[in-house]
C-alpha cells in the first residue's frame, strides 16, 4: 500500500479579524500534493482574505498556515519559495517588455541563467507569447497580460500554485489551454488552489470543493459528497445555491 501524497496546505483553526469584522472564521483545510482544489463563494465571504494568508500578504488573527509543512509566519521565505500566485488583476511592470519581465522573475527566484533561459524559451512557445513578448508590457490586451503572467508564474516549477479568477478576459482557446496546464501541473504532482467564479470549470477540472460563506467553510469534498451533503442531485451551481442560500445568481 503505497503512502498518501505529502499535505501541502494546511490552515489549522484559522481566524482574521479586520478590527471587529470577522473575516475568516475557524477555516481547517488540508490538501495534499496533486490535488486541484476549488474554493467557491459568494462575493464577501473570505476567500481573498484566503488567499492573502496562503501567500504570506496577511497573517491570521489566530491559528496557524502552512505551506508544504512550512508556517508562513514564522518560515514565510522557505513557504514562498514554493508558492506561485495568480492574483485576479494581472500586474505587469509596463516599461519592460514581456521577455524582460520573465528575466525579471527568474532572477528573483534566483534561477540559474542558463536554467532560466530554457524556461523562458519554453513558457514563450508554452503560452503562444511570441507575437508580443519583445513588446513593452504597456501595450498588452489583458488577455496578454494574463498569459504573460501565467507564464512568469510556472518559470521555477512551483510546487503550489494559486490562482485568483483565472480565466477572466480570456479567449475560448486560451480558456481551454489554461485548463489542460492546470491538470498537466496536478498530474506531475503540484498543487493547484483555484478560486474562481466559474463552476463551469471547477465542475471539470476540481478534485475537491470548498465553499466558504461568511467566513465559515460550510462544505468541503467532492461534487457527489456535496450533492449528499445539500441534498440535492443537480449541477454545481444548484448545489452551490443550496448551499448558501443565495438568490439564483452568483455574480
Known amino acids: 500500500m503505497s503512502d498518501p501524497p505529502p499535505l501541502m496546505i494546511e490552515l489549522d483553526h484559522v481566524t482574521k479579524r479586520y478590527g471587529t469584522k470577522l473575516a475568516v472564521d475557524d477555516l481547517c483545510l488540508s490538501i495534499h500534493a496533486g490535488e486541484l482544489f476549488a474554493c467557491l463563494g459568494p462575493n464577501g465571504a473570505g476567500k481573498t482574505t484566503t488567499i492573502k494568508m496562503l501567500v504570506g500578504l496577511l497573517f491570521p488573527s489566530s491559528g496557524s498556515v502552512r505551506v508544504g509543512g512550512f508556517d508562513l509566519q514564522r518560515q514565510g521565505d522557505d513557504a514562498r519559495r514554493l508558492i506561485s500566485y495568480l492574483p485576479d488583476v494581472p500586474y505587469l511592470y509596463e516599461k519592460l517588455t514581456g521577455r524582460e519581465f520573465l528575466w525579471f522573475i527568474a532572477e528573483m527566484y534566483g534561477m540559474d541563467r542558463s536554467l532560466a533561459a530554457r524556461k523562458i524559451d519554453q ?3 508554452q503560452f503562444e507569447l511570441d507575437p508580443f513578448v519583445d513588446d513593452l508590457t504597456e501595450r498588452y490586451s489583458h488577455g496578454m497580460r494574463q498569459r504573460t503572467v501565467f507564464a ?6 512551483p510546487q503550489v500554485l494559486i490562482v485568483d479568477e483565472p480565466t477572466v478576459g480570456l479567449d475560448p482557446a486560451s480558456v481551454r489551454k489554461l485548463k489542460n496546464i492546470l491538470l498537466d ?5 503540484a498543487t493547484v488552489f483555484l478560486s474562481t467564479h466559474s463552476l463551469d470549470i471547477v465542475q471539470e477540472l476540481a478534485s475537491r470543493i470548498g465553499i466558504i460563506h461568511r467566513g465559515r467553510l460550510i462544505g468541503c469534498g467532492t ?3 456535496l450533492r449528499k451533503q445539500a441534498a440535492h442531485d443537480g449541477s454545481l ?6 448551499l448558501t442560500e443565495e438568490e439564483p445568481s452568483i455574480g
Not at 512568469?152 to 516549477?157: R, V
Not at 451551481?237 to 443550496?242: G, T
Open 152 to 157: 512568469s508564474a510556472l518559470l521555477h516549477e
Open 223 to 225: 461534487l457527489e459528497a
Open 185 to 189: 501541473l496536478t498530474r506531475q504532482g
Open 237 to 242: 451551481e444548484d448545489v452551490f445555491l443550496k
Open 123 to 125: 513558457v514563450i512557445e
